[in-house]
């Protein structure tokens, strides 16, 4: 099974407007970390934000925000204000207790953002 | 504070060849990783070293292999090249190696793209 699904290849939103890209995760794992990761045409890839499973509260970092639901498995990362410099790749990764610090990736997610 | 440094940043070599890629990780982190991505697999896990010891091994072939250094800086080492090892090859640096908590994340280098003809 596939440990992070992201369901959406593509996605395009409106300057300004906010944009959900969904992401569900599968572990038994009671310790895991979740990550968001945007990557460029140039290839670097970039952290943008983190939520671990014991966190009570959902991660935010300026206009980036997960929204995380622990029972469905799910870790949304939340754009609000789009910008054209958005415009990239973005993947859903974990991170689990017992394989240290192994990333596992979604197939990700090319956002447009549309002047 | 440097970001995580890879070299070459491109690299075009023959089939049977081997090819060396270099990672320096930031100050202070002692956790390298390496992936690859294609267009075809996506990103694939190939190994972590922490404090020069390999932790984790991706299911690659044995052509593929890595060192980490006492300064943290890191190798990793394909031999025998084919043409589906053209891909872009991303190390990534870490604190530690714990899964959750402050300084959990990666940071990655801009990555070595690596053509085989």
């Known amino acids: 099974a596939q440990k992070i699904t992201q369901t959406q290849p593509g996605m395009f939103v409106q300057e300004k407007e906010a944009v959900t890209l969904d992401c569900t995760y599968d572990?038994?794992?009671?310790?895991?970390?979740l990550f968001w990761y945007k990557q460029p045409s140039s290839g670097e890839m970039i952290f943008l934000i983190y939520?671990?499973?014991?966190?009570?509260q959902n991660a935010t970092e300026g206009r980036y925000s997960l929204n995380f639901q622990k029972a469905r498995k799910s870790a949304n990362l939340v754009i609000s204000a789009s910008q054209l410099g958005d415009s990239a790749m973005y993947f859903c990764?974990?991170?689990?207790?017992?394989?240290?610090?192994?990333?596992?990736f979604g197939t990700g997610t090319s956002l447009t953002v549309i002047p | 504070k440097a970001g995580v440094t890879q070299t070459p940043r491109y690299l075009i070599k023959t089939r049977g060849q081997q090819v060396t890629l270099s990672c320096s990780p930031i100050?202070?982190?002692?956790?390298v990783s390496w992936y690859q991505q294609t267009p075809g697999q996506g990103l694939q896990f190939l190994f972590e070293y922490f404090s020069e010891t390999q932790r984790n091994k991706g299911n690659f072939p044995g052509r593929f292999s890595g060192r980490q250094f006492s300064n943290s800086r890191s190798e990793m080492n394909v031999s025998t090249l084919e043409l589906g090892d053209s891909a872009l090859y991303l190390c990534?640096?870490?604190?530690?190696?714990?899964?959750?908590?402050?300084?959990?994340?990666?940071?990655f280098g801009q990555g070595t793209r690596l053509t085989v003809v």
């Open positions: 990764a974990m991170r689990e207790g017992g394989t240290g610090n192994q990333f596992y």
């Open positions: 939520q671990g499973s014991y966190d009570q």
């Open positions: 100050s202070g982190h002692r956790s």
């Open positions: 990534a640096s870490s604190l530690g190696v714990r899964s959750q908590g402050p300084n959990t994340e990666a940071f």
């Open positions: 572990t038994s794992d009671p310790s895991y970390g």
